[in-house]
């Protein structure tokens, strides 16, 4: 079978790799219908060094067909059409019970990352723990629901995830720094939990102007000291009382920090591409702000959002603005790097 691989930075591949096989009672074999490049494939796409170690497989987002199952899989059978989230899990360990999957106690729950034989851009792939991990979906292969189903494996509930850890409700005004595929469908959760308010703060027009259409009240372009400036002049000089941030890049945090008011929360969702504490914790303390977030649990939210796509209130899937075949992959990547793309659907 064909899957993408990734050598080191911007060296990515579509290879012929052995075909995947059950080799676990509790796994599940799909074959894959709609993949996607995300935009935390980027960080590796602009670091990798060949040193780093072995060719990576890529690819945590996918919806497929499932194949066949083990023996002691029972939440599945063979031609079902399912969801994976981006982590694996069992779905019965105590913190898979409390809603936090990414923490899954099970020795095999991972993150698809860090699954070395296995990865969503690709023709077909293993499941381990299928009955935690997979969730069916109600529809057919080809229906024109999958973009945005296929958000339910990372970017919406990762974008919710933000919202929901960062307290939003009617009461609340929200800054979302980043206008990539996560920080907007951050907007669109803000949105769904009653946002009083809501300042997107991007620069990318093609993507600021859907971000109003999924729910911001306000674009801020600017960013450092006079961002922040603008945010605290459409706040009354106070700031949001949540900031949603999507970047994962220190000078995203920095101001985070800035728009935050006395009270206020900073929900991280953007993947961190710091090292070092981000800032004084000390800072913090005066103000009574607090960190919250973290890797999302989507598999917690999968049954939460859907019905919400399966009757149209909402659309998520329009953060596909490019689809492509396995070809295309190693293109898309730089399209998305570039800019050109904000987040490409790949179709098998």
Same mark, same amino acid.
């Given at each position: 079978?064909?899957?993408? +691989?990734?050598?080191?930075?911007?060296?990515?591949?579509?290879?012929?790799?052995?075909?995947?096989?059950?080799?676990?009672?509790?796994?599940?074999?799909?074959?894959?219908?709609?993949?996607?490049?995300?935009?935390?494939?980027?960080?590796?796409?602009?670091?990798?060094?060949?040193?780093?170690?072995?060719?990576?497989?890529?690819?945590?987002?996918?919806?497929?067909?499932?194949?066949?199952?083990?023996?002691?899989?029972? =939440?599945?059978?063979?031609?079902?059409?399912?969801?994976?989230?981006?982590?694996?899990?069992?779905?019965?360990?105590?913190?898979?019970?409390?809603?936090?999957?990414?923490?899954?106690?099970?020795?095999?729950?991972?993150?698809?990352?860090?699954?070395?034989?296995?990865?969503?851009?690709?023709?077909?792939?293993?499941?381990?723990?299928?009955?935690?991990?997979?969730?069916?979906?109600?529809?057919?292969?080809?229906?024109?629901?999958?973009?945005?189903?296929? =958000?339910?494996?990372?970017?919406?509930?990762?974008?919710?995830?933000?919202?929901?850890?960062?307290? $939003?409700?009617?009461?609340?005004?929200? =800054?979302?720094?980043?206008?990539?595929?996560?920080?907007?469908?951050?907007?669109?959760?803000?949105?769904?939990?009653?946002?009083?308010?809501?300042?997107?703060?991007?620069?990318?027009?093609?993507?600021?102007?859907?971000?109003?259409?999924?729910?911001?009240?306000?674009?801020?372009?600017?960013?450092?000291?006079?961002?922040?400036?603008?945010?605290?002049?459409?706040?009354?000089?106070?700031?949001?009382?949540? $900031?949603?941030?999507?970047?994962?890049?220190?000078?995203?945090?920095?101001?985070?920090?800035?728009?935050?008011?006395?009270?206020?929360?900073?929900?991280?969702?953007?993947?961190?591409?710091?090292?070092?504490?981000?800032?004084?914790?000390?800072?913090?303390?005066?103000?009574?702000?607090? +960190?919250?977030?973290?890797?999302?649990?989507?598999?917690?939210?999968?049954?939460?959002?859907?019905?919400?796509?399966?009757?149209? =209130?909402?659309?998520?899937?329009?953060?596909?603005?490019?689809?492509?075949? +396995?070809?295309?992959?190693?293109?898309?990547?730089?399209?998305?790097?570039?800019?050109?793309?904000?987040? $490409?659907?790949?179709?098998?």
């Amino acid at each position: 079978m064909r899957a993408t +691989l990734m050598y080191s930075a911007g060296d990515v591949r579509v290879e012929s790799v052995p075909d995947s096989v059950i080799r676990q009672p509790t796994d599940a074999l799909v074959r894959v219908t709609a993949s996607c490049v995300c935009g935390s494939d980027l960080h590796p796409y602009g670091s990798m060094k060949p040193e780093d170690g072995p060719a990576r497989r890529m690819g945590h987002e996918f919806i497929g067909i499932v194949e066949d199952t083990g023996s002691e899989v029972t =939440t599945v059978k063979r031609g079902d059409l399912v969801v994976a989230p981006f982590a694996i899990s069992d779905g019965t360990c105590e913190f898979c019970r409390e809603g936090l999957h990414t923490s899954c106690a099970h020795p095999q729950a991972n993150f698809w990352d860090g699954e070395p034989d296995e990865g969503g851009q690709a023709e077909a792939v293993r499941v381990p723990l299928a009955d935690g991990t997979l969730v069916k979906l109600p529809v057919a292969p080809d229906s024109a629901l999958i973009p945005s189903l296929l =958000t339910l494996s990372d970017v919406f509930g990762t974008g919710y995830h933000a919202a929901l850890m960062g307290g $939003v409700s009617a009461r609340t005004r929200v =800054t979302v720094i980043g206008d990539g595929a996560v920080g907007l469908l951050a907007v669109l959760s803000a949105r769904r939990l009653g946002a009083e308010q809501i300042i997107l703060m991007g620069r990318h027009r093609e993507r600021t102007d859907l971000g109003r259409e999924f729910g911001a009240t306000d674009v801020v372009a600017a960013r450092g000291e006079e961002g922040i400036e603008r945010v605290r002049e459409l706040t009354g000089g106070h700031g949001t009382h949540v $900031v949603l941030e999507a970047v994962g890049h220190m000078p995203a945090y920095e101001q985070a920090i800035g728009v935050v008011r006395p009270g206020g929360v900073i929900s991280r969702v953007g993947v961190p591409q710091y090292e070092q504490a981000p800032v004084d914790f000390g800072t913090l303390f005066g103000p009574n702000i607090r +960190l919250a977030g973290g890797p999302a649990p989507v598999r917690a939210y999968i049954e939460e959002l859907m019905p919400d796509i399966l009757d149209g =209130t909402i659309d998520p899937g329009k953060v596909f603005d490019a689809t492509t075949g +396995l070809d295309g992959v190693p293109a898309a990547y730089q399209d998305m790097a570039d800019r050109r793309s904000l987040k $490409v659907l790949i179709k098998p």
